[in-house]
Nanobody
Framework: QVQLVESGGGLVQPGGSLRISCAAS????????IGWFRQAPGKEREGISC???????YYTDSVKGRFTISRDNAKNTVYLQMNSLKPEDTAVYYC??????????????????????WGQGTRVTVSS
């Protein structure tokens, strides 16, 4: 029942920065974990970051140290700050909501079937 809308994508040069947003609406939003996924042309959708309802974050190795996930519960919005962008970061970025914890006891859950709500995606292109 949660609805999500991504925004903030665009064209950025290698080494540059971009912040994308995920605006949520619906009941009991504070109970959900939010994940960020990306899908490059011809590639499978992959999880890259998630944040629990207690603000515990997780990052996959490909983005750790460069990306930062955060949530503003008052605005019902989750952000992904992307720094030191690389051409291989080019993809459509999606946010998704999960009722369970996405990360606990050194285990992360990026199973797409466990995320019941998805946004339409926002495109990020990293090119000179």
């Amino acid at each position: 029942q949660v609805q999500l809308v991504e925004s903030g994508g665009g064209l950025v040069q290698p080494g540059g920065s971009l912040r994308i947003s995920c605006a949520a609406s619906g009941p009991n939003l504070d109970y959900y974990s939010i994940g960020w996924f990306r899908q490059a042309p011809g590639k499978e959708r992959e999880g890259i970051s998630c944040i629990n309802n207690d603000n515990t974050p997780y990052y996959t190795d490909s983005v750790k140290g460069r990306f930062t996930i955060s949530r503003d519960n008052a605005k019902n919005t989750v952000y992904l700050q992307m720094n030191s962008l690389k051409p291989e970061d080019t993809a459509v970025y999606y946010c998704a909501a999960e009722i369970q914890l996405c990360y606990y006891n050194d285990n992360v859950n990026f199973r797409t079937t466990d995320f019941g709500s998805w946004g339409q995606g926002t495109r990020v292109t990293v090119s000179s």
